[in-house]
């Protein structure tokens, strides 16, 4: 694998934390094209995403330092969030409670959006996890095997990146009403992490790992929220919408 992308006099440039950059911009572009194209007002959405993202690598970092505390020997390690380091589900809970917080007024609306926007970026946020290689993987000596390792993170990319090209034709084509797309979105991931993270060596709890527990926790709250969804519209008489 590769940490570190390059070297500039002495500095090191880190993959994990480029491709976290890259995760952002791609992130705000998707998000501004499809607001765009409903007509959503994209006044200071730049700095609200901007915010969604800080939520979300702080939320990332919290739950990394409270399930691998062992790793780090000083105060000072838990900072250095460049070197990688931090847990997607974590991440996605602090982004998703800064977009209610921001989007609160009008949140309906910017979800499918969002939900696009968010796929986008876990495809090449992932990208950075696997050059900097900080998920141990299981053993594996097939054909698909990467250092005797399965591609767990590999996988998950590929994923996420035809998440996301499903997501985009159906948000442009309109298929769906507004709101359920996101959770269709949610949904996806959490199957995707099921799937994959029998790949990676995780803490094992009841024969499943960590990632998948929450990946159906994820399915759970998707379907929940598809219900709550269903309910608000029939309340506000927005079935066609």
């Not at 934390?17 to 998000?31: D, N, Q, R, S």
């Not at 696009?116 to 054909?143: E, K, L, N, T």
């Not at 992490?193 to 990946?215: E, F, N, T």
């Amino acid at each position: 694998m590769y940490p570190i992308l390059f070297t500039i006099n002495g500095i090191n440039f880190y993959s994990y934390g480029f491709f976290v950059a890259m995760a952002f911009l791609t992130c705000y572009m998707v998000m501004e094209k499809m607001t765009i194209k409903k007509h959503l007002d994209v006044k200071f959405l730049f700095e609200k995403m901007l915010v969604v993202l800080f939520a979300g690598i702080i939320g990332a970092r919290i739950l990394y330092v409270i399930l691998y505390y062992d790793q780090f020997l000083s105060l000072a390690d838990i900072f250095k969030i460049w070197q990688g380091g931090m847990v997607s589900f974590g991440g996605i809970l602090g982004g998703f409670v800064a977009l209610i917080i921001l989007f609160r007024k009008n949140l309906l609306p910017y979800l499918d959006a969002f939900g696009v926007a968010f796929i986008a970026a876990a495809a090449v946020w992932r990208i950075g996890c696997f050059m900097a290689g900080d998920h141990p993987q299981i053993y594996s000596d097939a054909w698909f095997a990467i250092n005797h390792e399965a591609p767990a993170i590999l996988m998950e990319i590929i994923c996420s990146f035809i998440g996301f090209i499903i997501a985009y034709t159906i948000f442009c084509k309109n298929k769906l009403k507004t709101g359920y797309l996101f959770f269709l979105i949610f949904a996806w991931y959490g199957l995707t992490r099921i799937v994959v993270d029998q790949y990676r060596l995780d803490p094992v709890y009841m024969s499943l790992k960590s990632g998948q527990w929450a990946g159906i926790f994820m399915i759970i709250v998707a379907l929940i929220g598809v219900i709550l969804i269903k309910i608000y519209k029939n309340k506000k008489g927005l079935n066609n919408e």
